[in-house]
C-alpha cells in the first residue's frame, strides 16, 4: 500500500512505489522563476525576453522585417518540444510572465518530494522590488497543491553579477550551511535544483570558486562537495536550457522551462520513479496530469520594461 504523505494535506497523486526512507529524508527544492516557470530567450548580450503573450504578438507584427530578436521568439513559437507532443508556444507565459502548466509541475514536485521539504527561491525574484510578484506565483502554487504555500526561505541576496557562476556559489552557500545546522544529525538530503543559470550552457570554460564547471554533472559535483561531511546527499541538477540555430543560421538559446523531459529527471530523482528506455517515466501518468491550461490572450503582464528597439516594446525577464 502506498505511504500516507506526513502532514495531510491534499496529495494529487501518489508514488508509483513505498519510499521506506520517506520519514527519515530531507529535500531541498531550489527555485528559479525565469527559464524555468516561463521561457527565457536570450538576446545576444542584451537583457533576455519572457516569451509571453504581449512579447510574441510583437514577434507577429515583425515578421519578415529582419528583426533578429522577433525572429527569434517565432523560432521559439514554432520549435517541437522533445517529449511534449507540441511546440513551446504551449508554455507561452500568461500575466505575470508565469506559465501556468509549469507552476503546475513544480506544485507536483513540491508534494512528491513530501511534508520534509525546504523550497528555497533562488530566483532574481528574491529581490526585494519583486516581493509582489513572489506572492502572486505563491498564491499559483498553492492552488495546484490544494493548500496554502509560501517559500520556506531566500538564498543570500546578492549582486550575481558574475552570472551563471555566481548563481551556483550562492546555491553552494546556501547547501553548506543547510548541511552545518543539521550535523550531528542521521541526515540524509537530497537537493533538487531547477535552474536555468541565466540562459547559459554549462560548457567548458566556466569556472566557480576555481572548479571546473563543464556539465550540469560537474554543478552536481560542486554542490556536493559544499556538502562536506554530510555523507548521506544525493543532488540532481536540472538545467533548463537549450541552444540551436535556425535554418537561417540565427543562433537561438533559451531557458525551456521545465519541460516534460526536465520534470521527468526531477520526479525521478524524488520518487525512484522507474523509466523505458529512452529514459521517460514508463506510465503516461505524467501527461494525463497536466491538462494544458488555455490562458487569456490579453498579455497584460505585471512589469514592463522597455526595449526601445524598432519602435516597440519587449519585455524583459529580470
Given at each position: 500500500s502506498s505511504h500516507m504523505i506526513q502532514g495531510g494535506w491534499p496529495f494529487k497523486f501518489s508514488p508509483t512505489k513505498p519510499t521506506s526512507t520517506v520519514g527519515a529524508m530531507e529535500t531541498l527544492i531550489f527555485v528559479d522563476?525565469?527559464?524555468?516557470?516561463?521561457?527565457?530567450?536570450?538576446?545576444?548580450?542584451?537583457?533576455?525576453?519572457?516569451?509571453?503573450?504581449?512579447?510574441?504578438?510583437?514577434?507577429?507584427?515583425?515578421?519578415?522585417?529582419?528583426?533578429?530578436l522577433a525572429e527569434r521568439i517565432l523560432e521559439v513559437?514554432?520549435?517541437?518540444?522533445?517529449?511534449?507532443?507540441?511546440?513551446y508556444e504551449k508554455f507561452v507565459a500568461?500575466?505575470?510572465?508565469?506559465?501556468q502548466l509549469l507552476v503546475g509541475r513544480l506544485a507536483q514536485l513540491i508534494g512528491q518530494a513530501g511534508s520534509s521539504c525546504s523550497v528555497v527561491l533562488s530566483s532574481s525574484w528574491r529581490k526585494p522590488k519583486h516581493a509582489k510578484r513572489v506572492q502572486t506565483l505563491e498564491t499559483f502554487i498553492g492552488k495546484h497543491l490544494g493548500r496554502p504555500f509560501q517559500f520556506d526561505d531566500r538564498t543570500e541576496l546578492r549582486e550575481e553579477s558574475g552570472g551563471a557562476m555566481d548563481r551556483l556559489q550562492v546555491l553552494g552557500d546556501y547547501t553548506q550551511d543547510f548541511c552545518r545546522k543539521r550535523r550531528g544529525s542521521a541526515l540524509k538530503l537530497r537537493v533538487l535544483v531547477l535552474e536555468d543559470f541565466c540562459i547559459t550552457p554549462l560548457d567548458g570554460g566556466l569556472k566557480c570558486q576555481g572548479v571546473s564547471i563543464g556539465s550540469p554533472e560537474a554543478a552536481e559535483r560542486y554542490l556536493l562537495s559544499r556538502a562536506k561531511g554530510s555523507s548521506a546527499v544525493s543532488v540532481r541538477m536540472?538545467?533548463?536550457?537549450?541552444?540551436?540555430?535556425?535554418?537561417?543560421?540565427?543562433p537561438v538559446a533559451i531557458g525551456t522551462g521545465l519541460t516534460m523531459k526536465h520534470f521527468s529527471r526531477a520526479l525521478q530523482f524524488l520518487d525512484g520513479m522507474s523509466s523505458n528506455s529512452d529514459g521517460h517515466p514508463s506510465s503516461d501518468d505524467g501527461h494525463k496530469l497536466l491538462e494544458r491550461h488555455q490562458g487569456s490572450t490579453t498579455g497584460l503582464g505585471c512589469f514592463k520594461v522597455s526595449f526601445m528597439g524598432w519602435a516597440l516594446k519587449y519585455v524583459r525577464s529580470h
Open positions: 522563476v525565469d527559464g524555468v516557470l516561463n521561457v527565457g530567450v536570450d538576446d545576444n548580450g542584451n537583457a533576455p525576453v519572457a516569451f509571453n503573450q504581449a512579447n510574441l504578438r510583437l514577434a507577429i507584427e515583425l515578421e519578415g522585417q529582419n528583426n533578429p513559437a514554432c520549435m517541437e518540444v522533445e517529449g511534449e507532443h507540441a511546440t500568461e500575466p505575470c510572465d508565469l506559465s536540472i538545467h533548463t536550457y537549450d541552444k540551436w540555430i535556425t535554418d537561417q543560421g540565427l
